[in-house]
């Protein structure tokens, strides 16, 4: 394992007040001594007024502050320095590089975060929820990376490990003690503490959709008839002109995707072309482009003008196409009331001009895209990435496995490999050895001096 000291800034380049500078690893404050006057590691994690200079020239690169955290009780577990210089495009480059002039190496993507792992500070679902607390979007992201960076995650994790080693203890006295009749343990009880911790397992499972649309944002894609309203709605949830609005029919040709935050989710918004026939080749383009965004939607926002009929056959056939719930809404609400005319139930009806309806439109996207996590709140963990999932389907697998055996009349010795083997899908998960393919993959997406 690599100790060498690593250096990077870790706020972005650019014209700020301040830049935040970190420098860790084996010998970091023998680095540090050369270019920070006076150095001064003790007292540690205290904070000390320090000159930046050029550990060869001498020349004066910044007053800054420094603070020392000796290993192991630092972020990476290693010697570590917190350096605060002024920012701008030039101080921080001129410190960053004084101190790689000193003896420091600059530092990979996510390289503090991943010798804090290494070294035991925090679990891999730990180090996932640094970077996605970093690149959250929403609240609602934040929040929830904020939750599995606390070990939230971690914890039901460890819970649901201790579970499966109660379970195999139980098989196990049948193991040491195979001739007693019936055995010491009623299979009952194993029966019931299997059947507890399956659950368990599969109920986090079940969070995996919504959890994973959480970290990359639900996909909502806005449907209908030409002129019905679709780009007006699209600039109105984003609260931003961004789609072009006539009243000519075709106007949007190609589909506009944009991110926007609804009630503190993360939504991917795609404007469409209009669902009609055409004979124009560019809107021909568009509405095959629609389809295909229809069939990947995690929602379709279906609009109608108020003075028109609900679906017409020819949207129920564009519909028919795509698996996702579909949220109706009536348009244009301030030039003919949705009653003069066929309505849906549960339609929201909505003005663009008066701003009516838009805000239980955004309530009831964010209900569809993500009931299940606003239902579970904040505590509940949640899995949020495919790697978690992956992990749990292969615990969950072994569970069921081993009920099976058992029922097959397979003996104990054996139906407890699979509780083991789903122990070991849990610990992967946690990251209790991870093979460093596996770690580069989660490092890769790191930013640099994190
Ligand atoms: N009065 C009124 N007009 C609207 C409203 N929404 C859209 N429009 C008008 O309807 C026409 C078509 O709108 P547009 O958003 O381009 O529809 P699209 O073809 O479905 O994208 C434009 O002239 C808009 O100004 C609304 O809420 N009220
Ligand atoms: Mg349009």
């Given at each position: 394992m690599l100790t060498d000291p690593i250096v990077a800034l870790a706020t972005p380049p650019g014209r700020s007040a301040l830049a935040l500078i970190r420098l860790s690893g084996r010998g970091a404050f023998d680095v540090a001594a050369r270019v920070l006057r006076p150095f001064r590691p003790e007292p540690a994690r205290t904070v000390h007024r320090v000159q930046v200079v050029h550990p060869t020239s001498g020349a004066p690169v910044d007053d800054g502050l420094a603070v020392c955290f000796p290993g192991p009780r630092s972020y990476t577990g290693d010697d570590l320095v917190e350096l605060s210089t002024h920012g701008g495009l030039v101080v921080p480059a001129a410190a960053v590089g004084a101190l790689v002039t000193a003896g420091a190496r600059p530092a990979a993507p996510g390289e503090f975060t991943r010798r804090a792992l290494l070294n035991g500070k925090i679990d891999l679902l730990q180090a996932e929820a640094t970077a996605d607390l970093i690149d959250a979007g929403s609240p609602a992201q934040a929040r929830r990376a904020l939750q599995q960076l606390e070990r939230g995650l971690s914890a039901r994790l460890a819970e649901l490990r201790a579970e499966l080693l109660e379970l195999e203890a139980l098989i196990a006295y049948d193991i040491d003690f195979p001739d007693e009749d019936e055995g010491a343990v009623a299979p009952e009880r194993v029966t019931r503490a299997w059947r507890a911790v399956r659950d368990r397992i599969a109920g986090l499972l079940e969070t995996a959709p919504q959890g994973e649309r959480l970290r990359e944002g639900a996909l909502l894609v806005i449907a209908g008839r030409a002129n019905a309203g679709k780009s007006s709605l699209f600039n109105a949830l984003l609260g931003v002109e961004r789609a072009i609005v006539t009243e000519v029919p075709g106007t949007t040709r190609d589909a506009i995707e944009a991110y926007a935050v609804l009630e503190g989710f993360p939504f991917r918004l795609v404007d469409t072309a209009g669902l009609r026939h055409s004979d124009d080749r560019v809107e021909k383009l568009g509405i095959e482009v629609s389809r295909r965004y229809l069939a990947a939607a995690d929602l379709v926002l279906f609009c109608r003008d108020a003075g028109c009929e609900m679906r017409d056959a020819e949207s129920e056939q564009f519909l028919a196409s795509c698996r996702a719930p579909v949220v109706d809404v009536v348009t244009k609400v301030d030039l003919q009331r949705p009653s003069d005319s066929p309505t849906v139930p549960q339609s929201v009806a909505v003005s663009v001009v008066t701003g009516e309806g838009l805000a239980e439109l955004r309530r009831r996207l964010a209900e569809v895209a993500f009931g299940r996590l606003l239902a579970l709140g904040d505590v509940e963990p949640v899995i949020t990435r495919a790697r978690h999932r992956a992990a749990l389907e292969?615990?969950?697998?072994?569970?069921?496995?081993?009920?099976?055996?058992?029922?097959?009349?397979?003996?104990?010795?054996?139906?407890?490999?699979?509780?083991?083997?789903?122990?070991?899908?849990?610990?992967?998960?946690?990251?209790?050895?991870?093979?460093?393919?596996?770690?580069?993959?989660?490092?890769?997406?790191?930013?640099?001096?994190?």
């Open positions: 292969r615990a969950l697998a072994e569970v069921e496995a081993f009920q099976s055996a058992r029922q097959g009349g397979v003996d104990a010795a054996a139906t407890a490999t699979h509780l083991r083997t789903a122990v070991g899908a849990l610990d992967d998960l946690i990251g209790v050895v991870t093979p460093d393919d596996v770690l580069d993959r989660v490092f890769a997406s790191f930013c640099i001096g994190k």
